[in-house]
């Protein structure tokens, strides 16, 4: 499954993830960090779903609540949830 999240309170403007079961396929951000956030997407490849949430959920980036990898944790929680797209 392929979709795209809307991020919240980060430079990234949205998320465009592939899911395959519990795998993510590919990850691509548009706007933000641009090598840091390759960099992200490279890493995650591969993994399950739920070791990305664990691993991500939480960070935040200076004085900001949230980040762009804690964004990431949050598409795939609602991934996780049947939520995406509502």
Same mark, same amino acid.
């Given at each position: 499954?392929?979709?795209?999240?809307?991020?919240?309170?980060?430079?990234?403007?949205? #998320?465009?993830?592939? /899911?395959? *079961?519990?795998?993510?396929? &590919? %990850?691509?951000?548009?706007?933000?960090?641009?090598?840091?956030?390759?960099? #992200?997407?490279?890493? /995650?490849? *591969?993994?399950?779903?739920? &070791? %990305?949430?664990?691993?991500?959920?939480?960070?935040?980036?200076?004085?900001?609540?949230?980040?762009?990898?804690?964004?990431l944790?949050?598409?795939?929680?609602?991934?996780?949830?049947?939520?995406?797209?509502?």
């Amino acid at each position: 499954m392929t979709f795209t999240y809307m991020t919240k309170g980060v430079c990234s403007r949205s #998320i465009d993830i592939t /899911v395959e *079961g519990e795998t993510i396929v &590919d %990850v691509k951000y548009s706007g933000g960090c641009n090598g840091n956030l390759k960099g #992200i997407s490279e890493l /995650v490849k *591969g993994m399950k779903v739920d &070791d %990305v949430i664990d691993r991500l959920e939480s960070i935040r980036c200076g004085f900001k609540n949230t980040s762009c990898p804690d964004q990431l944790a949050n598409a795939l929680k609602e991934y996780r949830s049947g939520t995406v797209g509502d």
